[in-house]
Every structure is written in structure tokens, then in C-alpha cells.
């Protein structure tokens, strides 16, 4: 008759100090981001045009884009997750290289040509996140992570003659190493279903500058799997 009820105490004990108390095995997260940039690339396609005439022009590469980045966490023990964050987000912006299409034809002396750009920017990465604090509905956590950076800058049919004819071995789409660090909270709304924010700081290691402070806000939904 001892086993039993020793078995009971067991069982118990370790319902109480379970891995993750309840926490479920998987968590996912989608939102709108908005994003401040900033952004070389630009400013380095204006260089490739102008370096050639020993000639600098400044343009605007610090802006805000728009977007939407998914987060997928795999829960383990009471505070800790394994995550992978995917983020997209783009803009259009607008410089005056005109001089430099006057003195290659391309438009008459005196008129104004604007130059479009359309940089798009993806990101993937993945690392651990853990709860830092917890009080009643409310939790906040913090990230580090790592993996990489993809840059693509769609420019108009004019300014690409020109980068083309004058810079022909200018890139304008890479592929580089990032990490990304920040943080968040999370609100618990009905049974599954919580409102989170976050904010990032994102760096690219590229030969271009490629600095991004990214907030985001959006639903995340837990229960998926069995508890750890």
C-alpha cells in the first residue's frame, strides 16, 4: 500500500516542477514591422555615378521601410526558446542624379531627370530568446541572433544605363552575415492567442552600411505540440 501512495507524491512533485510549467512546445508570431534605415547601398550606386567625373553627391539613404517578419520558437524548459525570425520590408525612394545623365545624353542640358530607387530587404535569423520578466497576463523577453542579410536595390531604366556604363561591376543585390538583438512583450489575450511587440536592432556585415532599428507588433499563437 506504500507504493502507490509514493508513486502519487511522484507524480505530484514533478507535475509542480515540470519542465516549462506548461509551456507549450512551439510558439509562432506574425506582424507588421516598420523599420528606420540605414541604408549605404544607395548612397554607394550615387558614388559609383559620380566618382568616375571626380565628382561626390550626397543623397538621403536613411529612411523608413515597411514590412512583415515571422517568428517560430521552439520552447524548452521554463524560460528559455531556440528561435528563427524572418523579416521583409521595402521602400521607394527618390535622388537627383541629373547632372550626371546631362553629361552622359541621356537627357537635355537644364532638364531633371529623378533618379527612383526601390531597395528590398530580407532577413533571416535564428538564436536563443528567454523570459526575462512575468507578472500576470504580461511577459517581456530578450534575443540575441544570428544568419543573414539580403539586400536587393532596384533602380529606374535610366539610372541603370548609366551605373552600367560607368560602374559596370557595381553590384546591387548581396548577400551577407547579420545579427540581430533586441527584445519584447507579450500580452495574453484569450486561451492561445497573445499581442506582442518587439524592437530589434539588425546590422549587416557588408561593405555597404547597413544599419536597421525595426519595430514590430502583430499576434502570436501558443499550443502547438505537447509541453516540454
Same mark, same amino acid.
Given at each position: ?6 508513486? @502519487? ?68 524548459? @521554463? ?21 550626371? &545623365? ?23 535569423? &535564428? ?31 535610366? =539610372? ?11 553590384? =546591387? ?19 492561445? %492567442? ?26 502570436? %499563437? ?7
Amino acid at each position: 500500500m506504500r507504493k502507490p501512495g509514493i508513486f @502519487a507524491a511522484a507524480v505530484c512533485l514533478l507535475s509542480t516542477f515540470g519542465f516549462g510549467q506548461g509551456r507549450p512546445s512551439w510558439e509562432a508570431y506574425l506582424g507588421y514591422q516598420w523599420t528606420y534605415s540605414d541604408y549605404g547601398p544607395i548612397q554607394d550606386v550615387a558614388n559609383a555615378i559620380s566618382n568616375p567625373y571626380n565628382e561626390t553627391v550626397s543623397v538621403n539613404h536613411k529612411f523608413s521601410m515597411t514590412g512583415a517578419n515571422a517568428t517560430f520558437q521552439k520552447d524548452i524548459g @521554463a524560460k528559455w526558446s531556440a528561435a528563427v525570425d524572418i523579416g521583409g520590408m521595402h521602400t521607394q525612394q527618390n535622388a537627383d542624379l541629373s547632372r550626371y &545623365f546631362q553629361l552622359l545624353g541621356y537627357i537635355p542640358a537644364g532638364s531633371t531627370q529623378l533618379s527612383t530607387f526601390t531597395p528590398t530587404v530580407y532577413t533571416v535569423t &535564428f538564436g536563443p530568446q528567454v523570459d526575462v520578466w512575468k507578472r500576470g497576463n504580461t511577459k517581456v523577453f530578450v534575443r540575441g541572433m544570428g544568419g543573414a542579410v539580403r539586400s536587393s536595390l532596384a533602380v529606374d531604366t535610366t =539610372t541603370r544605363q548609366a551605373l552600367t556604363f560607368l560602374a559596370p561591376k557595381f553590384k =546591387t543585390s548581396t548577400t551577407d552575415p547579420g545579427v540581430m538583438v533586441g527584445g519584447g512583450a507579450q500580452y495574453h489575450l484569450l486561451k492561445h %492567442l497573445f499581442l506582442r511587440g518587439s524592437a530589434d536592432y539588425i546590422h549587416a556585415f557588408s561593405s555597404s552600411t547597413q544599419n536597421y532599428i525595426r519595430l514590430s507588433v502583430g499576434i502570436a %499563437l501558443d499550443k502547438f505540440g505537447k509541453p516540454w
